[in-house]
């Protein structure tokens, strides 16, 4: 079975700083796939990002950047120069490659910006 | 961007009535979810669905939910006889492909589900 941990339930800083959400998974398959997922206030579950895991290559998108390590088996997602915008609940998520295909997600980090 | 549909947005419904949650997929995908999510918890799976028949359920989709892709585009969950416990966001999502593919689920804009 596979388990996601974002032990950070909620997390509030102000405009300008940087924010590291933490996600910590579990899973026997040596092959799989992890994403990050934004809901908004408006409700919505927008892909952000996926990472494969035999790619440890870290990635950056403008403000976001993802630091994957398999060692720790964590994926952590920083937000740097934070912005009103980024308010809401971060997910992150694993799917195992071969067995099924669900996606097991984590319990949310609610992120709020302070202006 | 191609996106995933879901009808209505808001569904109020009393307890013991059947419910269909309405879901149109990206046209070229072929592997369809749906998920749900309480108020303040996380998003769990309900069930995929491939090739006109479930590839996989969870433990929450017992004999009360059912899945249909009844034409070309749509996609549906019912609920038999819904319960209070069964009030939650209901998401639908698809993909190009499944199992062995980092393609990312996309997902609707959900439908919240509201059980009186």
């Known amino acids: 079975a596979q388990k996601v941990t974002q032990a950070q339930t909620e997390i509030s800083v102000v405009e300008k700083e940087d924010v590291t959400l933490d996600c910590v998974y579990e899973t026997r398959d040596t092959t799989y796939y992890l994403f990050w997922y934004k809901q908004p206030p408006s409700g919505e579950l927008v892909f952000l990002i996926r990472r494969n895991s035999f790619d440890e290559q870290n990635e950056i998108s403008g403000r976001y950047s993802w630091n994957f390590q398999k060692s720790t088996s964590s994926f952590n997602f920083t937000i740097t120069a934070s912005q009103v915008v980024d308010s809401a609940v971060y997910f992150c998520?694993?799917?195992?490659?071969?067995?099924?295909?669900?996606?097991?997600f984590g319990t949310g980090t609610r992120l709020t910006i302070i202006p | 961007e191609p996106e995933v549909t879901q009808t209505p947005s808001h569904q109020v419904t009393q307890m013991g009535q059947e419910v269909i949650l309405r879901c149109v997929p990206i046209s070229n995908h072929l592997y369809f979810y749906w998920y749900r999510q309480i108020l303040g918890q996380k998003v769990e799976f309900l069930v995929s669905?491939?090739?006109?028949?479930?590839?996989?359920k969870s433990e929450i989709f017992d004999d009360q939910f059912s899945v249909e892709r009844p034409d070309g585009s749509n996609f549906t969950l019912k609920i038999r006889s819904t319960k209070l416990e069964d009030s939650a966001m209901y998401f639908c999502?698809?993909?190009?492909?499944?199992?062995?593919?980092?393609?990312?689920?996309?997902f609707g804009d959900g439908t919240r589900l509201s059980i009186l």
């Open positions: 999502a698809s993909t190009l492909r499944g199992r062995a593919d980092n393609q990312p689920q996309h």
């Open positions: 998520a694993l799917r195992v490659v071969f067995g099924n295909e669900k996606l097991t």
């Open positions: 669905f491939y090739n006109n028949e479930i590839s996989e």
